[in-house]
C-alpha cells in the first residue's frame, strides 16, 4: 500500500505562473515531510522540507504547504521558470522520526517558455 | 568537495550475469541506501546500511545484495536471482537517522541495462 502518493504524474504550466505539485498521504504518523528536485540521468537533490508542526514553509520561490486534516501538502513555485522543469518526489520518514524515507511517484513538471 | 560517487554511469549486463555498482562516499555520513527508480514508480528502496558491517533489506530487497566493510562504500550487487533488473539504480547517504535531519545526498546514478 503506497503510504505517499503523488497522484498527477505530470503538469504543464507557464513560465511566470504558478507550479502546484500534491502530494497526499495516509500515515498519520507522518511527522516530517521534503521535496526532492530530479533531472533526467542525475540524482535527486533536496529542495525543501516541513515539520508536522508547522503548516507552511518558504525558501525563496518554493512554499510547502501542509494540511494534516487532510493528510495533505503542496508544493507552490512562484514564478515558474524553466529550469524548474524537472521530476518533484515527495517523501516522508516511515517507521517514526528515525525511519528512512518513503518516496511518492513523482511530478513531472514542464514549465513552457 | 565532498560527495557522493556512483559508478559506472552505464552498464550492460547479459542475461544470467552478476554484476556490482559502485558507491563511494567521502561526506563522513553514517547511513548508505540503494534505491532504485522504475518509470511511474518512483524512488523504491532496495537496501540500507546505517553502520559499516551491518545492512537492511528494503522493499524489494530479492536479487540483490550488498556489503558494507567500509564506512565510504556501499557497493551493490544485482545477481542473476534478479527477474527484471533493467532500471536507473540511485545511492543515497545521509548524517544520522536521528533527530530530523534527514539531508540525503544522493549520487549521479547508474543505468543498469540487460541486454
Known amino acids: 500500500d503506497q503510504q505517499v502518493k503523488q497522484n498527477s504524474p505530470s503538469l504543464s504550466v507557464q513560465e511566470g505562473r504558478i507550479s502546484i505539485l500534491n502530494c497526499d498521504y495516509t500515515n498519520s504518523m507522518f511527522d516530517y515531510f521534503l521535496w526532492y528536485k530530479k533531472y533526467p540521468a542525475e540524482g535527486p537533490t533536496f529542495l525543501i522540507s516541513?515539520?508536522?508542526?508547522?503548516d507552511k514553509n518558504e525558501d525563496g520561490r518554493f512554499t510547502v504547504f501542509l494540511n494534516k486534516s487532510a493528510k495533505h501538502l503542496s508544493l507552490h513555485i512562484v514564478p515558474s521558470q524553466p529550469g524548474d522543469s524537472a521530476v518533484y518526489f515527495c517523501?516522508?520518514?516511515?517507521?517514526?522520526?528515525?525511519?528512512?524515507?518513503?518516496f511518492g511517484k513523482g511530478t513531472k513538471l514542464s514549465v513552457k517558455p | 568537495d565532498g560527495g557522493i560517487t556512483q559508478s559506472p554511469k552505464y552498464l550492460f549486463r547479459k542475461e544470467g550475469q552478476n554484476v556490482t555498482l559502485s558507491c563511494e562516499q567521502n561526506l563522513n555520513h553514517d547511513a548508505m541506501y540503494w534505491y532504485r527508480q522504475d518509470p511511474g514508480q518512483g524512488l523504491r528502496l532496495i537496501y540500507y546500511s546505517q553502520i559499516v558491517n551491518d545492512f537492511q533489506k528494503g522493499d524489494i530487497a530479492e536479487g540483490y545484495s550488498v556489503s558494507r566493510e567500509k564506512k565510504e562504500s556501499f557497493p551493490l550487487t544485482v545477481t542473476s536471482a534478479q527477474k527484471n533488473p533493467t532500471a536507473f539504480y540511485l545511492c543515497a547517504s545521509s548524517m544520522t537517522r536521528t533527530g530530523t535531519n534527514y539531508g540525503y545526498t544522493f549520487g549521479s546514478g547508474t543505468r543498469l541495462t540487460v541486454v
Open positions: 516541513i515539520s508536522s508542526i508547522k
Open positions: 517523501a516522508a520518514p516511515y517507521g517514526g522520526s528515525q525511519g528512512n524515507l518513503i
